[in-house]
Protein backbone atom coordinates (compact mmCIF):
# COMPACT_ATOMS: atom_id res chain seq x y z
CA UNK A 1 0.00 0.00 0.00
CA UNK A 2 1.52 3.19 -0.88
CA UNK A 3 0.98 6.38 0.70
CA UNK A 4 -1.99 8.41 -0.83
CA UNK A 5 -0.46 11.97 -2.10
CA UNK A 6 -2.40 14.05 0.35
CA UNK A 7 -0.91 12.18 3.20
CA UNK A 8 1.47 14.97 3.92
CA UNK A 9 -1.26 17.29 4.63
CA UNK A 10 -2.88 15.21 7.12
CA UNK A 11 0.32 14.55 8.72
CA UNK A 12 1.84 17.83 9.06
CA UNK A 13 2.34 19.07 12.87
CA UNK A 14 2.25 15.53 13.88
CA UNK A 15 4.57 14.31 15.89
CA UNK A 16 8.84 13.34 14.27
CA UNK A 17 8.05 9.89 15.96
CA UNK A 18 4.13 9.35 15.22
CA UNK A 19 4.50 10.19 12.33
CA UNK A 20 7.67 7.71 11.15
CA UNK A 21 5.62 4.97 12.30
CA UNK A 22 2.07 6.33 10.39
CA UNK A 23 4.23 6.36 7.04
CA UNK A 24 5.98 2.89 7.91
CA UNK A 25 2.22 1.56 8.32
CA UNK A 26 1.05 3.05 5.17
CA UNK A 27 4.06 1.71 3.30
CA UNK A 28 2.70 -2.00 3.86
CA UNK A 29 5.37 -2.10 7.06
CA UNK A 30 4.30 -4.27 9.94
CA UNK A 31 3.26 -2.28 13.20
CA UNK A 32 5.38 -3.99 16.04
CA UNK A 33 3.95 -3.89 19.31
CA UNK A 34 6.32 -1.47 20.97
CA UNK A 35 5.76 0.68 18.15
CA UNK A 36 1.81 0.06 18.51
CA UNK A 37 2.81 1.39 22.55
CA UNK A 38 3.98 4.25 21.29
CA UNK A 39 0.71 5.19 19.14
CA UNK A 40 -1.27 4.27 22.44
CA UNK A 41 0.29 7.54 24.04
CA UNK A 42 -0.64 9.87 21.14
CA UNK A 43 -3.38 12.50 21.77
CA UNK A 44 -4.25 16.12 20.20
CA UNK A 45 -2.82 15.85 16.29
CA UNK A 46 -1.14 12.81 16.90
CA UNK A 47 -4.45 10.89 17.93
CA UNK A 48 -5.88 13.03 14.54
CA UNK A 49 -3.53 11.72 12.39
CA UNK A 50 -3.50 8.08 13.85
CA UNK A 51 -6.96 8.45 13.20
CA UNK A 52 -6.98 9.39 9.44
CA UNK A 53 -4.27 6.42 9.01
CA UNK A 54 -6.37 3.74 10.21
CA UNK A 55 -9.00 5.12 7.91
CA UNK A 56 -7.29 5.19 4.86
CA UNK A 57 -6.01 1.51 5.39
CA UNK A 58 -9.58 0.49 5.74
CA UNK A 59 -10.59 1.78 2.59
CA UNK A 60 -7.47 -0.01 0.95
CA UNK A 61 -7.94 -3.07 3.14
CA UNK A 62 -12.16 -3.62 3.04
CA UNK A 63 -13.41 -0.61 0.96
CA UNK A 64 -16.36 1.32 1.73
CA UNK A 65 -19.03 -0.90 2.67
CA UNK A 66 -20.41 -1.68 6.52
CA UNK A 67 -21.32 -4.78 7.16
CA UNK A 68 -23.59 -5.80 10.26
CA UNK A 69 -25.28 -9.51 10.78
CA UNK A 70 -28.77 -10.39 11.30
CA UNK A 71 -28.39 -13.04 14.79
CA UNK A 72 -29.35 -13.30 18.05
CA UNK A 73 -27.82 -14.26 21.13
CA UNK A 74 -28.75 -17.65 23.56
CA UNK A 75 -27.16 -16.82 26.72
CA UNK A 76 -28.89 -20.52 28.10
CA UNK A 77 -27.41 -20.58 31.93
CA UNK A 78 -26.05 -18.16 33.96
CA UNK A 79 -25.21 -20.75 36.64
CA UNK A 80 -21.16 -21.45 36.61
CA UNK A 81 -18.63 -22.98 38.30
CA UNK A 82 -15.87 -20.16 37.90
CA UNK A 83 -16.71 -16.95 39.72
CA UNK A 84 -14.46 -14.71 37.30
CA UNK A 85 -13.62 -10.81 39.10
CA UNK A 86 -15.18 -9.23 36.11
CA UNK A 87 -17.90 -11.50 35.57
CA UNK A 88 -21.66 -9.79 36.65
CA UNK A 89 -23.43 -12.47 34.72
CA UNK A 90 -22.82 -15.49 36.54
CA UNK A 91 -24.67 -16.86 39.31
CA UNK A 92 -23.64 -19.67 41.39
CA UNK A 93 -25.60 -23.01 42.05
CA UNK A 94 -27.79 -21.68 45.51
CA UNK A 95 -28.43 -18.34 43.90
CA UNK A 96 -32.08 -17.22 43.39
CA UNK A 97 -31.31 -15.69 40.01
CA UNK A 98 -29.77 -18.33 38.34
CA UNK A 99 -32.02 -20.00 35.33
CA UNK A 100 -31.09 -22.88 32.33
CA UNK A 101 -32.90 -22.74 29.41
CA UNK A 102 -34.01 -26.73 28.51
CA UNK A 103 -33.08 -27.87 24.85
CA UNK A 104 -36.67 -27.43 23.72
CA UNK A 105 -36.55 -23.77 24.29
CA UNK A 106 -32.95 -22.50 22.78
CA UNK A 107 -35.15 -24.54 19.49
CA UNK A 108 -37.76 -22.35 19.82
CA UNK A 109 -35.50 -19.30 20.26
CA UNK A 110 -33.49 -20.13 17.24
CA UNK A 111 -36.56 -20.72 14.93
CA UNK A 112 -37.93 -17.58 15.79
CA UNK A 113 -35.16 -15.97 15.33
CA UNK A 114 -34.63 -17.56 12.18
CA UNK A 115 -38.10 -16.57 11.48
CA UNK A 116 -37.56 -12.75 12.06
CA UNK A 117 -34.61 -13.02 9.15
CA UNK A 118 -31.50 -14.02 11.50
CA UNK A 119 -28.89 -16.06 9.61
CA UNK A 120 -27.34 -16.71 13.09
CA UNK A 121 -27.61 -17.51 16.07
CA UNK A 122 -24.70 -16.91 18.91
CA UNK A 123 -25.22 -19.86 21.40
CA UNK A 124 -23.02 -19.11 24.75
CA UNK A 125 -23.49 -19.59 28.81
CA UNK A 126 -21.94 -20.18 32.14
CA UNK A 127 -20.16 -23.56 33.05
CA UNK A 128 -23.20 -25.20 34.89
CA UNK A 129 -22.47 -27.39 37.49
CA UNK A 130 -22.91 -30.80 36.95
CA UNK A 131 -23.38 -30.86 32.77
CA UNK A 132 -23.23 -33.62 31.23
CA UNK A 133 -20.43 -34.36 28.38
CA UNK A 134 -22.93 -34.37 26.01
CA UNK A 135 -24.71 -31.14 26.70
CA UNK A 136 -23.30 -29.13 23.49
CA UNK A 137 -23.40 -31.59 21.00
CA UNK A 138 -26.68 -32.05 22.21
CA UNK A 139 -27.33 -28.54 21.69
CA UNK A 140 -25.94 -28.55 17.94
CA UNK A 141 -27.88 -31.32 16.65
CA UNK A 142 -31.15 -29.84 18.04
CA UNK A 143 -30.89 -26.70 16.65
CA UNK A 144 -29.59 -27.72 13.55
CA UNK A 145 -32.81 -30.46 12.85
CA UNK A 146 -35.21 -27.92 13.05
CA UNK A 147 -32.95 -24.86 11.52
CA UNK A 148 -30.85 -26.22 9.48
CA UNK A 149 -29.63 -23.28 7.59
CA UNK A 150 -28.82 -20.99 10.52
CA UNK A 151 -25.59 -20.47 11.35
CA UNK A 152 -24.44 -22.10 14.69
CA UNK A 153 -21.79 -19.75 16.34
CA UNK A 154 -21.88 -21.47 19.82
CA UNK A 155 -19.32 -21.63 22.66
CA UNK A 156 -15.95 -20.28 23.81
CA UNK A 157 -12.84 -21.65 23.97
CA UNK A 158 -13.64 -21.77 27.72
CA UNK A 159 -16.75 -24.13 27.27
CA UNK A 160 -15.02 -26.24 24.52
CA UNK A 161 -12.11 -26.91 27.33
CA UNK A 162 -15.16 -27.48 30.25
CA UNK A 163 -16.85 -30.05 27.74
CA UNK A 164 -13.99 -31.59 26.61
CA UNK A 165 -13.07 -32.39 29.94
CA UNK A 166 -17.06 -33.38 31.16
CA UNK A 167 -16.91 -36.07 28.06
CA UNK A 168 -13.08 -37.02 28.81
CA UNK A 169 -11.67 -36.77 25.33
CA UNK A 170 -9.04 -34.15 23.62
CA UNK A 171 -9.86 -30.52 22.53
CA UNK A 172 -9.55 -31.98 19.34
CA UNK A 173 -11.46 -35.24 19.30
CA UNK A 174 -15.14 -32.96 21.08
CA UNK A 175 -14.24 -29.92 18.43
CA UNK A 176 -14.61 -33.06 15.31
CA UNK A 177 -17.60 -33.92 17.18
CA UNK A 178 -19.31 -30.07 17.56
CA UNK A 179 -18.38 -29.77 14.42
CA UNK A 180 -20.24 -33.13 12.97
CA UNK A 181 -23.37 -32.13 14.55
CA UNK A 182 -23.84 -28.79 13.37
CA UNK A 183 -21.25 -26.23 14.91
CA UNK A 184 -19.92 -24.08 12.41
CA UNK A 185 -17.76 -21.25 14.18
CA UNK A 186 -17.44 -20.52 17.43
CA UNK A 187 -16.67 -17.12 19.49
CA UNK A 188 -13.44 -16.25 20.55
CA UNK A 189 -14.47 -14.57 23.51
CA UNK A 190 -12.82 -15.60 27.16
CA UNK A 191 -9.58 -14.43 25.88
CA UNK A 192 -9.96 -11.33 27.99
CA UNK A 193 -6.09 -9.97 27.63
CA UNK A 194 -4.01 -13.17 26.73
CA UNK A 195 -1.34 -12.96 29.73
CA UNK A 196 -1.24 -14.99 32.68
CA UNK A 197 -0.44 -12.63 34.94
CA UNK A 198 -3.23 -10.25 34.00
CA UNK A 199 -5.48 -13.48 33.56
CA UNK A 200 -4.58 -14.35 37.47
CA UNK A 201 -5.79 -11.33 38.63
CA UNK A 202 -9.08 -11.34 36.75
CA UNK A 203 -9.74 -14.11 36.61
CA UNK A 204 -7.86 -17.36 38.62
CA UNK A 205 -8.76 -20.66 37.43
CA UNK A 206 -9.97 -19.75 34.27
CA UNK A 207 -8.89 -21.25 30.78
CA UNK A 208 -4.78 -20.30 30.36
CA UNK A 209 -3.55 -18.58 27.19
CA UNK A 210 -1.81 -21.39 26.13
CA UNK A 211 -5.35 -23.67 26.45
CA UNK A 212 -7.03 -20.51 24.76
CA UNK A 213 -4.57 -20.62 21.93
CA UNK A 214 -4.80 -24.27 21.44
CA UNK A 215 -8.42 -24.78 21.52
CA UNK A 216 -8.34 -21.81 18.56
CA UNK A 217 -5.40 -23.42 16.62
CA UNK A 218 -7.11 -26.61 16.95
CA UNK A 219 -10.60 -25.23 15.49
CA UNK A 220 -9.20 -23.50 12.61
CA UNK A 221 -7.22 -26.73 11.61
CA UNK A 222 -10.27 -29.12 11.45
CA UNK A 223 -12.09 -26.12 9.65
CA UNK A 224 -14.09 -24.39 12.24
CA UNK A 225 -13.41 -20.18 11.55
CA UNK A 226 -13.38 -18.37 14.98
CA UNK A 227 -13.89 -14.23 16.06
CA UNK A 228 -10.54 -12.94 18.00
CA UNK A 229 -11.78 -10.43 20.97
CA UNK A 230 -9.82 -8.63 23.75
CA UNK A 231 -11.41 -7.30 27.06
CA UNK A 232 -9.47 -4.30 28.02
CA UNK A 233 -9.77 -0.87 30.30
CA UNK A 234 -9.31 -2.72 33.51
CA UNK A 235 -6.04 -3.88 35.25
CA UNK A 236 -3.97 -4.30 31.62
CA UNK A 237 -1.46 -2.07 30.70
CA UNK A 238 -0.86 -0.66 27.15
CA UNK A 239 1.89 -3.08 26.24
CA UNK A 240 -0.27 -5.76 27.22
CA UNK A 241 -3.02 -4.92 25.34
CA UNK A 242 -0.29 -4.63 22.32
CA UNK A 243 1.19 -8.20 23.16
CA UNK A 244 -2.47 -9.38 22.83
CA UNK A 245 -3.00 -8.38 19.23
CA UNK A 246 0.44 -9.25 18.40
CA UNK A 247 -0.47 -13.11 19.83
CA UNK A 248 -3.35 -12.71 17.48
CA UNK A 249 -1.83 -11.94 14.78
CA UNK A 250 0.27 -14.64 14.72
CA UNK A 251 -2.18 -16.98 14.86
CA UNK A 252 -3.72 -15.25 12.37
CA UNK A 253 -0.56 -15.64 9.80
CA UNK A 254 -0.13 -19.11 11.03
CA UNK A 255 -3.76 -20.51 10.31
CA UNK A 256 -6.28 -17.87 8.60
CA UNK A 257 -9.24 -18.49 10.98
CA UNK A 258 -10.20 -15.78 12.20
CA UNK A 259 -13.09 -14.05 10.66
CA UNK A 260 -12.43 -10.13 12.91
CA UNK A 261 -11.07 -8.53 15.56
CA UNK A 262 -13.40 -7.38 18.62
CA UNK A 263 -11.79 -4.93 21.02
CA UNK A 264 -14.21 -5.26 24.35
CA UNK A 265 -14.40 -2.26 26.38
CA UNK A 266 -15.22 -3.52 30.14
CA UNK A 267 -18.25 -2.54 31.87
CA UNK A 268 -17.37 -1.64 35.42
CA UNK A 269 -20.94 -0.77 36.73
CA UNK A 270 -21.28 -3.92 37.70
CA UNK A 271 -17.86 -6.01 38.07
CA UNK A 272 -17.78 -7.77 41.28
CA UNK A 273 -13.52 -6.92 40.91
CA UNK A 274 -14.55 -2.67 41.08
CA UNK A 275 -17.21 -3.20 43.13
CA UNK A 276 -16.13 -5.02 46.09
CA UNK A 277 -12.68 -4.11 45.58
CA UNK A 278 -11.62 -7.77 45.58
CA UNK A 279 -9.26 -6.91 42.84
CA UNK A 280 -6.76 -3.82 43.33
CA UNK A 281 -6.08 -0.88 40.69
CA UNK A 282 -9.11 -1.76 38.67
CA UNK A 283 -10.21 1.22 36.20
CA UNK A 284 -13.99 1.92 35.30
CA UNK A 285 -13.23 0.96 31.57
CA UNK A 286 -11.17 2.79 28.86
CA UNK A 287 -11.75 6.49 28.22
CA UNK A 288 -13.32 7.64 25.26
CA UNK A 289 -9.64 8.49 23.99
CA UNK A 290 -8.69 5.04 24.61
CA UNK A 291 -11.52 3.39 22.73
CA UNK A 292 -10.25 5.41 20.11
CA UNK A 293 -6.87 4.80 19.78
CA UNK A 294 -7.23 0.88 20.66
CA UNK A 295 -9.42 0.51 17.45
CA UNK A 296 -7.34 2.54 15.12
CA UNK A 297 -4.26 0.57 16.14
CA UNK A 298 -6.09 -2.60 15.78
CA UNK A 299 -6.54 -1.43 11.88
CA UNK A 300 -2.84 -0.42 11.68
CA UNK A 301 -1.35 -3.69 13.46
CA UNK A 302 -4.43 -6.46 12.25
CA UNK A 303 -6.03 -5.29 9.13
CA UNK A 304 -3.38 -6.35 6.78
CA UNK A 305 -4.02 -10.07 7.94
CA UNK A 306 -7.92 -9.90 9.78
CA UNK A 307 -9.42 -7.19 7.10
CA UNK A 308 -12.31 -6.89 9.53
CA UNK A 309 -12.39 -4.85 12.67
CA UNK A 310 -15.78 -4.52 13.84
CA UNK A 311 -16.96 -2.29 17.05
CA UNK A 312 -18.74 -3.24 19.28
CA UNK A 313 -22.18 -1.47 19.80
CA UNK A 314 -23.25 -3.11 22.84
CA UNK A 315 -19.68 -1.78 24.89
CA UNK A 316 -19.64 1.65 23.42
CA UNK A 317 -23.24 2.67 22.37
CA UNK A 318 -24.22 3.53 18.92
CA UNK A 319 -22.88 6.68 18.40
CA UNK A 320 -19.11 6.23 19.55
CA UNK A 321 -19.24 3.28 16.92
CA UNK A 322 -20.65 4.98 14.37
CA UNK A 323 -17.82 7.83 14.74
CA UNK A 324 -15.06 4.49 15.18
CA UNK A 325 -16.06 4.10 11.40
CA UNK A 326 -13.47 6.84 10.96
CA UNK A 327 -11.00 5.21 12.81
CA UNK A 328 -10.28 2.06 10.63
CA UNK A 329 -13.73 0.12 11.97
CA UNK A 330 -15.40 -2.07 8.79
CA UNK A 331 -18.29 -3.59 10.59
CA UNK A 332 -21.15 -2.87 13.52
CA UNK A 333 -21.74 -6.87 14.39
CA UNK A 334 -24.88 -8.15 15.11
CA UNK A 335 -28.41 -7.88 16.52
CA UNK A 336 -28.38 -9.19 19.47
CA UNK A 337 -31.78 -10.04 19.90
CA UNK A 338 -31.59 -11.09 23.71
CA UNK A 339 -27.74 -10.16 24.64
CA UNK A 340 -27.32 -10.90 28.36
CA UNK A 341 -23.88 -11.15 29.20
CA UNK A 342 -23.31 -7.31 28.72
CA UNK A 343 -26.72 -6.08 29.96
CA UNK A 344 -26.02 -8.03 33.51
CA UNK A 345 -22.79 -6.37 33.82
CA UNK A 346 -24.39 -2.62 33.31
CA UNK A 347 -23.87 -1.68 29.65
CA UNK A 348 -26.83 0.79 28.70
CA UNK A 349 -26.97 0.38 24.52
CA UNK A 350 -27.88 -3.97 24.99
CA UNK A 351 -30.78 -6.46 23.96
CA UNK A 352 -31.37 -5.26 20.15
CA UNK A 353 -30.20 -3.02 17.67
CA UNK A 354 -32.76 -3.12 14.48
CA UNK A 355 -31.34 -3.22 10.88
CA UNK A 356 -32.61 0.36 9.89
CA UNK A 357 -30.84 1.77 13.11
CA UNK A 358 -27.56 0.58 12.01
CA UNK A 359 -28.01 1.48 8.35
CA UNK A 360 -28.90 4.95 9.39
CA UNK A 361 -26.18 5.18 11.24
CA UNK A 362 -23.77 3.63 7.99
CA UNK A 363 -25.52 6.11 6.01
CA UNK A 364 -24.78 8.84 7.99
CA UNK A 365 -21.15 8.32 7.97
CA UNK A 366 -21.06 8.51 4.35
CA UNK A 367 -20.70 4.70 3.46
CA UNK A 368 -22.51 1.52 2.42
CA UNK A 369 -24.38 -0.38 4.48
CA UNK A 370 -24.63 -4.63 3.63
CA UNK A 371 -25.88 -7.19 5.82
CA UNK A 372 -23.33 -10.35 5.90
CA UNK A 373 -23.28 -13.62 7.08
CA UNK A 374 -21.24 -15.27 9.79
CA UNK A 375 -18.44 -15.53 6.81
CA UNK A 376 -18.42 -12.25 5.37
CA UNK A 377 -20.45 -12.97 2.58
CA UNK A 378 -22.92 -9.88 1.53
CA UNK A 379 -25.98 -11.20 1.38
CA UNK A 380 -27.96 -7.28 0.76
CA UNK A 381 -26.48 -4.10 -0.36
CA UNK A 382 -28.26 -0.48 0.28
CA UNK A 383 -26.54 2.89 -0.95
CA UNK A 384 -29.88 4.38 0.60
CA UNK A 385 -32.57 3.23 3.19
CA UNK A 386 -35.30 1.14 2.00
CA UNK A 387 -37.92 -0.66 3.41
CA UNK A 388 -37.85 -2.26 7.19
CA UNK A 389 -37.00 -5.67 7.84
CA UNK A 390 -39.10 -8.38 9.59
CA UNK A 391 -37.15 -7.61 12.92
CA UNK A 392 -37.78 -3.54 12.20
CA UNK A 393 -41.38 -4.17 12.83
CA UNK A 394 -41.38 -6.54 16.29
CA UNK A 395 -41.44 -5.00 19.47
CA UNK A 396 -38.07 -5.29 21.39
CA UNK A 397 -40.23 -6.16 24.52
CA UNK A 398 -41.47 -9.29 23.01
CA UNK A 399 -37.88 -11.00 23.72
CA UNK A 400 -38.05 -10.20 27.25
CA UNK A 401 -35.32 -8.82 29.43
CA UNK A 402 -32.58 -10.29 31.70
CA UNK A 403 -34.36 -9.20 34.74
CA UNK A 404 -37.31 -11.01 33.64
CA UNK A 405 -35.36 -14.11 32.49
CA UNK A 406 -34.18 -14.53 35.81
CA UNK A 407 -37.30 -14.25 37.73
CA UNK A 408 -39.18 -16.74 35.40
CA UNK A 409 -40.09 -19.62 37.45
CA UNK A 410 -40.22 -22.00 34.83
CA UNK A 411 -36.46 -21.74 33.69
CA UNK A 412 -35.11 -21.66 37.67
CA UNK A 413 -31.86 -23.58 37.20
CA UNK A 414 -32.41 -27.19 39.29
CA UNK A 415 -29.23 -29.40 40.21
CA UNK A 416 -28.83 -32.35 37.81
CA UNK A 417 -28.45 -35.46 39.03
Avoid at 136 to 163: N, Q, V
Avoid at 165 to 186: C, H, M, P, T, W
Avoid at 201 to 212: A, F, L
Avoid at 273 to 290: I, K, R
Amino acid sequence: MSPPKDIGAALSGVSTQIRAILEACLEGRSLGWRQAVTLGHAKGIDLHALCVTADLMREEQAGDVVTYVINRNINFTNVCIKKCAFCAFSRTLRSEQGYMLDVEEVVRRAVEAQTLGATEVCVQAGLAPNAHGRLYPELCRAIKAEAPDLHLHAFSPEEIKYGAGLARVSIRQYLLELKEAGLDSLPGTSAEILDDAVRQRISPGRISTDEWVEVVRTAHEIGLTTTATMMFGHVETLADRMRHMDLLRSIQRETGGFTEFVPLSFVHTEAPMYNEGTVEGVAPGPTGNEVIRLYAIARLMLGPTFGNIQASWVKEGLRVSQWLLGCGVNDLGGTLINESISTSAGASHGQLMKPSTLRRAIFDAGRVAAQRNTAYELLNVWTQESGPDPLDLVDAGRFGSYDTLVADERFRYRRRR
